[in-house]
C-alpha cells in the first residue's frame, strides 16, 4: 500500500480513511491514523508491547472497540504507542474477535510531540469496504 | 463552502424569520416534526448541509417534542450536530447519549474579581505562568489530586458538595453552580471499572482541545441592571474555565454507547445514524446511561470546581491578598452537553421531557425555581465563550427561551475551519505573534494548538450570539475580553 492513512475534512473532528490489503493492515492503520491525531508516533519508540483482545458481535463495534481500546491504554498505563499489529481478525459463529498489539513507551512530556486529544472513538459515517487494492476504512473520533 | 452547497441549504429551509429557519417534516422520511434552526442568513450561508441532515434526524426519534433544534454556532457533529437541542417525552420518548456527546457536562464557569485590567496587565505574564504550571493542561495530563474508589463515589453522587466538604472552594460557590453543583439520581454502580480508572487521576486537569482557562477584562456593559446583580461592570477582571467530565466522561459514553446499539436493535428503533442510539427512557438500558451519565456529569462540576480552587491560589499568590478580599466570587457555570429530565410546557401542558443539549446552554427565565435567590429577578446567567483571542458574552435566560427553545440558548462560536486545514493554512508562532500584537498572551503545550484554534477557525461569537439576542431567547449583558489564554 502506498498510503497507510488519509485524513479528510471534518469541520469539528478528525474524519480519516486507513486502507490495507488486509482487513488486519487496515485495522492497524486506522489505529496509526487515530493516534497521530494526538501524537507524533515518530517520535516514540516501541520498548514495551502491551496485548489487547477484544469481541464484537458485529465489525463495526469490533473497530469501535479496537479504537476505544487504545485510547484507554494510553491514558491509564501512560503509554505512548509506536506501532500496532494486528495478529489475528477472525469470525466464529457469534463474534467478530481480534489479538492485537500496542508496542510503545512510557509517555515522557519532553520528547514526544503531542497534538489534540481524541476523546472518543465514534460510529459517525463509519465505513469498512472492500476495495480492489484490499480494504477502506472510514472512521470519525471525537477531538 | 462550494456556491453548490450554499444554494442547497437556502432550498431546503423554509425561512420563519430573520432568525428561525424551518427544516420541514417532509426533508427526510420518517420526521416525527419539524427541524428548527435559529440563524442568521448569513450564518446560514456557512452551514454545512450535512448538519441540516442531523437535524433531521434528530427528528426522527421516538417522542420527540415540538422542534429538533440547532443553535446559531450549529456545525457538523456525530448524531446531534453541535448546538442541537431536543426534548423527549418521558414515558414515550427516548434518551441517547448522541444528544449529550462523549464530553459529558463540558461546561464553562466564569468568575469574577474586584481587580482592574490596570491591576492584571503588569503581572498577567507571571500570573499565566503560574496557571500553567498549577493547572495540569494537555494530553495526557495527570492531577496531582488523586482520590480513591470511595471518594470518587462521592463525587459521581455529591459532586461540588464534596469538593466544598473537602476545602476546595466555600458553600456560597454551590448556589452558582447550574444544579447546585450536583443532579440527584446518579448512581455510580451504572459506570464501569474502567471509567473509574480514568477518572480517578484527572480531576482538576482542562483536557486539550477547544478547552482553554481564560483571564479576560469586562469591555462592555448591555444592561447595567443585570449586570450589576451579576457582580459585573466594565474594566472589571474575570476569570473563565472551559472543560468537561475528561476520561470519565469518555468512557461512560464509550460504554454506555455500545449497550444502547444494541437496545436499539431490541426495542426495533430505527436509526438513521448509528450514533443515535438510544433506549426507550424508562427502559432500563436508557435509565442506566442516564444514572452513569450523571455521574460524569457531577464530575464534571468538581473538574470545574478544582480548577476554580487552584486559580484563586494563584491570584492569592500573585496579589498577595485572601480570594475573598480579592472579590473571586463565582458568577455562574452552565453545563453545554448535557441530557436533564426537566418540567417544560407543550401545547399548553406542564409535562416532563428529557432534554439533550449538545453544544447548547441552559437559559432558564426570570422567576424559575431552579435558579438560586439572587439570580431570580434576573434570569439565569448563559455564559458563551468566544474563540482564543475573541469576545465571550454573559447572557441571561429569558421567558421567550421557556416558549421558543425547551430553555437554551447557544453555548459557544461555532467552528467553521477543520484542524486538518488549520494547520496546513495557520502556523501557531504567526498566530501567537497576531494575538500578542493585540494585547493577547498565549501559553499552549504546543505551537500547533494555537493554530487549530485560532480566531480565524471559528464563527464570530458576537453573530451568534446577536442571534440568540435577537430572537429573545436570552439577553446581552455583559461583553469580556481576552488578555491571556492557556491552552491544553
Known amino acids: ?143 | 463552502m462550494s456556491e453548490e452547497t450554499e444554494i442547497s441549504v437556502f432550498d431546503i429551509l423554509i425561512k420563519i424569520d430573520d432568525n428561525t429557519w424551518e427544516v420541514p417534516i417532509g426533508y427526510k422520511a420518517g420526521m416525527h416534526v419539524p427541524g428548527r434552526i435559529f440563524v442568521s442568513g448569513h450564518l446560514l450561508g456557512i452551514l454545512e448541509k450535512e448538519t441540516i441532515d442531523q437535524v433531521a434526524n434528530v427528528a426522527m426519534l421516538p417522542g420527540i417534542q415540538k422542534y429538533s433544534m440547532a443553535m446559531p454556532d450549529a456545525h457538523l457533529g456525530y448524531g446531534f450536530s453541535i448546538g442541537g437541542v431536543a426534548a423527549f417525552d418521558k414515558e414515550n420518548g427516548i434518551i441517547s447519549p448522541g444528544g449529550v456527546g462523549f464530553d459529558i457536562n463540558c461546561g464553562v464557569r466564569l468568575i469574577r474579581t474586584n481587580l482592574l485590567e490596570n491591576d492584571v496587565r503588569p503581572k498577567l505574564s507571571q500570573l499565566l505562568d503560574d496557571l500553567f504550571e498549577a493547572i495540569p493542561t494537555g494530553v495526557g495530563s495527570k492531577s496531582r489530586l488523586r482520590v480513591s474508589d470511595a471518594e470518587l463515589d462521592d463525587i459521581f453522587i455529591n459532586g461540588v458538595q464534596w469538593a466544598v466538604d473537602k476545602g476546595y472552594g466555600v458553600k456560597e460557590d454551590l448556589d452558582h453552580c447550574e444544579s447546585g453543583g450536583k443532579i440527584p439520581g446518579a448512581d455510580p454502580s451504572k459506570v464501569s471499572a474502567k471509567a473509574r480508572k480514568r477518572g480517578r487521576p484527572q480531576l482538576g486537569t482542562l483536557g486539550s482541545g477547544n478547552h482553554f482557562l481564560e483571564v479576560q477584562y469586562v469591555d462592555e456593559i448591555y444592561d447595567e441592571e443585570l449586570a450589576s446583580v451579576f457582580g459585573l461592570h466594565k474594566g472589571q477582571v474575570t476569570f473563565m474555565i472551559h472543560c468537561g467530565s475528561r476520561g470519565a466522561g469518555h468512557q461512560i459514553c464509550t460504554d454506555h454507547l455500545q449497550v444502547l446499539t444494541q437496545a436499539s436493535r431490541k426495542y426495533n428503533i430505527a436509526l438513521p445514524d448509528k450514533q443515535l442510539a438510544c433506549a426507550p427512557a424508562q427502559s432500563p438500558e436508557a435509565q442506566d446511561y442516564f444514572k452513569a451519565m450523571l455521574c460524569a456529569a457531577n464530575y464534571a462540576w468538581v473538574n470545574r470546581h478544582v480548577i476554580m480552587h487552584w486559580t484563586r491560589e494563584v491570584f492569592e499568590k500573585t496579589f498577595a491578598e485572601e480570594f475573598g478580599d480579592l472579590g473571586m466570587h463565582l458568577v455562574y457555570d452552565v453545563a453545554h452537553n448535557i441530557a436533564k429530565l426537566e418540567e417544560h410546557t407543550v401545547d399548553g401542558k406542564k409535562t416532563e421531557v428529557y432534554v439533550h443539549r449538545k453544544g447548547a446552554t441552559r437559559a432558564f427565565s426570570p422567576g424559575h425555581p431552579d435558579l438560586p435567590d439572587d439570580y431570580r429577578v434576573t434570569g439565569q446567567p448563559v455564559i458563551i465563550p468566544g474563540s482564543m483571542g475573541t469576545a465571550s458574552y454573559v447572557l441571561c435566560g429569558t421567558k421567550e427561551s421557556m416558549e421558543i427553545s425547551f430553555g437554551s440558548a447557544c453555548h459557544g462560536a461555532g467552528r467553521v475551519m477543520s484542524r486538518k486545514s488549520a494547520k496546513s493554512e495557520l502556523h501557531g508562532e504567526q498566530v501567537r505573534e497576531e494575538l500578542s500584537l493585540k494585547g493577547i498572551q498565549v501559553r499552549a503545550s504546543q505551537p500547533s494548538l494555537i493554530a487549530e484554534e485560532a480566531p480565524e477557525v471559528y464563527k464570530s461569537s458576537s453573530e451568534v450570539v446577536d442571534v440568540v439576542h435577537d430572537l429573545g431567547i436570552a439577553k446581552k449583558v455583559a461583553k469580556l475580553l481576552p488578555m491571556g489564554v492557556i491552552k491544553g
Open chain 1, 1 to 143: 500500500m502506498d498510503k497507510r492513512y488519509e485524513y479528510l475534512e471534518h469541520t469539528a473532528d478528525a474524519r480519516f480513511r486507513a486502507y490495507g490489503e488486509s482487513l488486519e493492515e487496515a485495522f492497524e492503520n486506522a489505529a496509526y491514523a487515530m493516534f497521530n491525531v494526538m501524537i507524533d508516533t515518530s517520535t516514540v519508540s516501541a520498548e514495551t508491547s502491551y496485548e489487547i483482545e477484544l469481541t464484537s458481535e458485529d465489525i463495526e463495534g469490533l473497530l469501535f472497540n479496537w479504537l476505544s481500546e487504545i485510547l484507554f491504554v494510553f491514558e491509564v498505563e501512560s503509554l505512548a504507542f509506536a506501532k500496532f499489529a494486528v495478529d489475528r481478525l477472525e469470525q466464529d459463529k457469534d463474534n467478530f474477535r481480534l489479538v492485537a498489539r500496542a508496542l510503545g513507551e512510557e509517555i515522557d512530556l519532553s520528547r514526544h510531540r503531542f497534538g489534540t486529544e481524541v476523546k472518543a472513538a465514534t460510529y459517525n459515517d463509519m465505513r469498512i469496504e472492500r476495495t480492489p487494492e484490499g480494504w477502506m476504512i472510514q472512521a470519525t473520533v471525537d477531538t
